[in-house]
């Protein structure tokens, strides 16, 4: 099985570099072009089933990327992004040192109160890749954010800490993925596509 995971497209949060957790913001006009440019650079494959965070930015994305109608995405409340508490659309730049601290490095400091923690972000989203492991897919597509997508990809480079945290995952930057008894390994990178 291969597994494709990307984040979604640009939002105007994005844009405006806020902190973006369950806020349910659409795409902007960017986002759907970096979607669509994300979709060709794949060519014709076809996915047997495409996923997605239920919030709607994945969604619009994931029937992008996809090619499938929205109305087919198959939504999983485990793969929405991290809830970031108080922070939510906090500017990046002025979070303060606690939070500052734990999104740099979340491997040395704790998750500021009201914020999720990684053993959660890790718990479910690595539940869901495991259920998904047993499905009869060979191509699979996970659309989700740019939070939640380190604790998935942690898990598919079968990393100790469950997480891969570095480098940052950029809008409709798509990594695949190939699931195989058990064992992981990172067949390809399709990079974020650059819009003007």
Request: hydrophobic content about 35%.
């Amino acid at each position: 099985m291969k597994i494709w995971i990307t984040r979604h497209g640009q939002t105007d949060l994005n844009k405006a570099k806020l902190m973006q957790g369950r806020t349910d913001a659409p795409l902007n006009e960017n986002g759907i072009r970096q979607a669509e440019a994300a979709r060709r650079s794949i060519g014709d494959i076809k996915f047997d089933a495409v996923w997605s965070s239920p919030l709607i930015r994945a969604v619009r994305t994931a029937s992008i990327i996809g090619n499938v109608p929205e109305e087919e995405v198959i939504t999983d409340e485990r793969i929405i992004e991290t809830d970031f508490g108080r922070y939510e659309q906090k500017p990046y730049h002025f979070l303060g040192i606690p939070m500052t601290l734990y999104w740099a490095l979340p491997e040395i400091f704790p998750a500021p109160s009201t914020v999720e923690t990684i053993r959660s972000m890790t718990g479910r989203s690595h539940a869901f890749l495991k259920e998904l492991e047993q499905m009869p897919y060979e191509n699979v597509l996970v659309v989700c954010h740019g939070g939640i997508i380190r604790a998935l990809c942690g898990y598919m480079e079968d990393r100790k800490n469950g997480i891969l945290w570095r480098p940052k995952p950029h809008n409709c930057e798509i990594r695949v993925y190939e699931s195989l008894n058990g064992k992981h390994r990172n067949v390809k990178v399709f990079p974020s596509p650059v819009m003007k």
